[in-house]
């Protein structure tokens, strides 16, 4: 099965990586499950539902709508997540637990949520949104980036424990750079913020090119698992 009818499901989809990827993947033919915080966002794209991936029964609800409407689920993209970098030293212990509310345990409930049906149907596929913060470290993404490392192991280890169980679970873990999204716009340190505006200002891309990473994994066959890719602007360093 290629891109054509396979039925993806995709979290923090109202916007940036994961509205560029679902009307890219929507314009080849996917039938496109879509979950976000905004509902009244989504609704320029396909079937919709307002989800927090904090609330794992708003991910159960995501899979068994997908499944009511279409029968299966092929590809659950688990894009959802903020970015309130700031100093350790800062104490912004708020926005560490947000950090790993949604960039963390937001993932953990998308997989909990969809393994029994892909190990039901003996495959299936899991994209998440990691970072570069998420294979290198960086002053002042301490609490972020560890979140990003932890979803970097667990795609992996479902990789691994899937091919022992012989579930024909695939995982792609993705590493973007400098994309422009509102993910900015979730820093409120004013310093991180404005350094980190004037640095995507300069160097940045548009989500279009993740989401063409994107449709390249999910179409590539199913005795293939393309599991790790890094998305840097070509100006970064």
């Known amino acids: 099965m290629t891109i054509k009818d396979k039925v993806i499901i995709i979290t923090g989809a109202s916007s940036g990586i994961g509205a560029a990827s679902a009307q890219l993947l929507a314009a080849n033919g996917a039938r ?22 904090t609330k794992a029964a708003d991910l159960q609800a995501l899979v068994a709508l997908a499944k009511t409407e279409f029968g299966r ?8 997540g903020i970015m309130p970098t700031s100093p350790i030293s800062a104490l912004h212990t708020a926005e560490w637990q ?6 963390l345990t937001g993932v953990l409930n998308g997989v909990a949520a969809i393994m029994p049906e892909f190990t039901a149907q003996k495959s299936g596929q899991i994209i998440t949104t990691s970072s ?7 002053s002042g993404a301490g609490v972020y980036g560890a979140t990003k490392f932890a979803v970097r192991n667990l795609m992996e280890v479902i990789r691994m424990e899937s091919a022992e169980e012989g579930t024909n679970i ?52 199913e005795d293939v698992n393309v ?3 890094t998305i840097y602007p070509t100006k970064q360093v």
């Not at 570069?132 to 960086?138: D, E, L, N, R, T």
């Open 73 to 80: 689920v092929d590809v659950l993209f688990n894009n959802a």
């Open 227 to 229: 599991n790790e890719f």
């Open 98 to 103: 947000q950090m790993i509310d949604i960039n």
């Open 170 to 221: 695939r995982t792609v873990s993705l590493y973007p750079a400098a994309i422009n999204t509102e993910l900015l716009t979730t820093i409120t340190d004013q310093t991180a913020k404005q350094n980190m505006t004037d640095f995507y200002a300069a160097v940045g891309i548009t989500p279009d090119a993740v989401a063409r990473v994107v449709n390249f994994a999910i179409d590539q066959p």
């Open 32 to 53: 496109v499950v879509l979950g976000a915080r905004r509902a009244d966002r989504l609704q320029a794209v396909v079937d919709t539902i307002e989800a927090a991936v």
């Open 132 to 138: 570069v913060a998420g294979i290198k470290s960086f």
